[in-house]
């Protein structure tokens, strides 16, 4: 049976500000009202005999790509959570063992969460060429037919026709200058490397036990001791951590006798950097893709994205600009993808804008920052229907909620009591407390803190619904 692996632990630097890490591109409704992920699940319909995806995510993500799912009516076998990211071989790996355990002829269908397909009937002939190359144990990889010179990707050397479509791999390169891609083009021997496979679950496991022993090993220990919670698979984290960190294409694809590669021309793109977002989405008569509150004077082949407020440009062109709440991106397009210099920057100053907005989401909702000085901050906290908060304290800080919107049943101390719009309560430090909603609509408070420590880090928690330490 065909088994879709749908590989979601990337954060998407390049597409910093609106990509970071705890709400990474694939997350991301970029292209239009689904997000990549859910484009990816997708464009999965009309394959024949497909069991559930396999999910393969960040810990830190489980909540978030559950939800997503949910929304487009899919559930998933397994959504296997990473406890630290190892690359693509061992993602795989996990897969691949668990896929094995419900179905020793599993045929995994790996694909990255963040890439986008635009002829989604193309996508689904090549997959279904290449079931039968799967299952006599060839390692089958999409090689996308290049239309440029492109030095940000990897290429596939490949040449003699084996079946049908089918050509043998010679050998995998890395991502070329522009001289040496030109040259790629002219032969007509090279395609992109689309980081998408097709092989039997078996097969893989086999060869990563031939070439890349470690990760197998590790991999293995990881599944035995792995936890069910809910919807996810917990793999054992001291066991995954051991794993060495190798993508497949350097662990087994290099080194394999049995690589064989499907020419795809489907309007492939990897969304890898805001230059590529401007080429597949819609642009007006000027080269402008426009987006949310904006204006222009002259402006010409700009991508112009605002979130939260006006974004006026005049007289430029060939520039990139992104609007959050809290960082605004100003770039050529010549040079976006060195965006990814600016979040490793970032992180080094150990600045929070690497890896959260403004907006942070949870399991329960989301809240927002609105205002912080040394001693008080003010966040937009929403509740999902249904959902609650964990029954915590905090050593450092009091609160004070207010009721906005909705009905909130507090708990604070021995007391459970409602509060609705227009009311409030206080939270006193070292309390123990819980804010739920007990209704059918969002609830919305406003809540204030003051205190001499006002980190995320000050909570102890004593219950929580969702497996929080």
């Known amino acids: 049976m065909l088994t879709p692996v749908i590989l979601s632990g990337g954060v998407g630097s390049r597409l910093w500000p609106l990509s970071r890490e705890s709400y990474p591109k694939q997350l991301l409704a970029l292209v239009d009202h689904q997000t990549l992920l859910q484009n990816t699940v997708k464009r999965l319909e009309g394959l024949a005999n497909q069991s559930a995806p396999l999910m393969v995510c960040n810990e830190n993500h489980r909540f978030l790509v559950a939800e997503q799912l949910r929304n487009i009516g899919v559930s998933a076998a397994h959504i296997i959570l990473e406890p630290i990211g190892r690359n693509t071989a061992p ?65 596939i050397n490949a040449t003699d026709v084996i079946e049908d479509n089918a050509l043998s791999v010679k050998r995998f390169v890395e991502k070329p200058d522009l001289d040496t891609a030109q040259q790629y ?198 509740v999902n229907p249904g959902a609650s908060l964990s029954l915590q304290k905090h050593y450092h800080r009091s609160e004070h909620w207010i009721v906005v919107k909705g009905t909130a049943q507090v708990t604070k101390g021995d007391e459970t009591f409602i509060i609705t719009e227009n009311q409030s309560t206080y939270i006193p430090l070292g309390i123990k407390h819980r804010l739920e909603n007990p209704g059918k609509l969002p609830l919305e408070i406003i809540e204030v803190q003051s205190g001499s420590y006002l980190g995320e880090d000050d909570i102890v928690r004593y219950e929580d619904a969702y497996g929080r330490e």
Not at 92 to 114: F, G, K, N, Q
Request: charged share 25%; with cysteine.
């Open 91 to 155: 993602a795989v790996a996990v897969a691949a063992l668990t896929a094995l355990s419900r179905d020793s002829d599993a045929i995994l269908l790996v694909l990255p969460a963040d890439h986008l397909i635009a002829k989604t009937s193309l996508f689904r002939e090549a997959v279904t060429a290449g079931v039968p190359l799967a299952s006599a144990n060839n390692l089958v990889t999409f090689g996308i037919v290049p239309n440029r010179p492109e030095t940000g990707y990897g290429y």
């Open 185 to 382: 083009i002219n032969s007509g021997e090279y395609y992109w490397n689309s980081g998408m496979f097709l092989f039997k679950a078996s097969q893989y496991i086999k060869e990563l036990e031939t070439y890349a022993p470690d990760i197998v090993n590790s991999c293995r220990q990881a599944i035995d001791n792995a936890k069910k919670d809910k919807d996810f698979l917990r793999l054992d984290a001291d066991a995954f951590k051991a794993s060495p960190s190798d993508s497949i294409d350097y662990a087994v694809m290099e080194k394999t006798h049995s690589a064989v590669m499907i020419p795809l021309d489907a309007g492939w793109n990897d969304i890898g950097a805001w230059s590529s977002l401007w080429e597949v989405s819609e642009q007006d008569s000027e080269g402008n893709v426009i987006l949310g509150d904006v204006l222009t004077e002259n402006v010409h082949d700009s991508y112009l994205r605002a979130e939260h407020r006006l974004l006026a440009a005049i007289g430029v062109e060939n520039l990139t600009i992104i609007e959050t709440a809290d960082a605004v991106l100003v770039a050529h397009k010549d040079h976006v993808q060195e965006v990814k210099k600016i979040v490793s920057r970032l992180k080094a100053d150990e600045r929070c804008e690497a890896e959260l907005h403004r907006k942070v989401y949870r399991p329960w909702g989301s809240y927002e920052g609105i205002d912080a000085e040394t001693r008080f901050q003010v966040k937009r906290i929403t």
